[in-house]
């Protein structure tokens, strides 16, 4: 079965660093968009960034553009989200998902495969 296994998170300082990954399994990596969400206490999911299947085109949520960097591996089906200067707004869970067939990156129901999440706390 697929399986996607973020990993990464944890507590930082606003202006601190983090990297997560996420690594999947089941399913042939390269044929699927991959993308982060994340989803703050109270508030609904919402799109941080993707990443195409092999031609590097990336989007990202205006509110991480310049900050995160959304990259991936084909050959260790592993996609990371870099994340510079966090910020407190920035805390969240944050999950992983692939996407098979088109759509909107930036639409949860594009999705058809998540993570479990992992948490990410930025103090101030």
């Known amino acids: 079965q697929v399986q996607l296994v973020e990993s990464g998170g944890g507590l930082v300082q606003a202006g601190d660093s983090l990297r997560l990954a996420c690594a999947a399994s089941?399913?042939?990596?390269?044929?699927?968009?991959m993308g982060w969400f994340r989803q703050a206490p109270g508030k609904e999911r919402e799109f941080v960034a993707a990443?195409?299947?092999?031609?590097?085109?990336?989007g990202y949520a205006d509110s991480v553009k310049g900050r995160f960097t959304i990259s991936r591996d084909n050959a260790k089906n592993t996609v990371y989200l870099r994340m510079n200067s966090l910020k407190p707004e920035d805390t969240a869970v944050y999950y992983c998902?692939?996407?098979?067939?088109?759509?909107?990156?930036?639409?949860?129901?594009?999705?058809?495969?998540w993570g479990q999440g992992t948490q990410v706390t930025v103090s101030s």
């Open positions: 990443i195409g299947r092999s031609d590097g085109n990336t």
């Open positions: 089941g399913l042939t990596f390269s044929s699927y968009v």
């Open positions: 998902a692939a996407a098979r067939d088109g759509g909107s990156y930036y639409r949860s129901t594009s999705y058809g495969y």
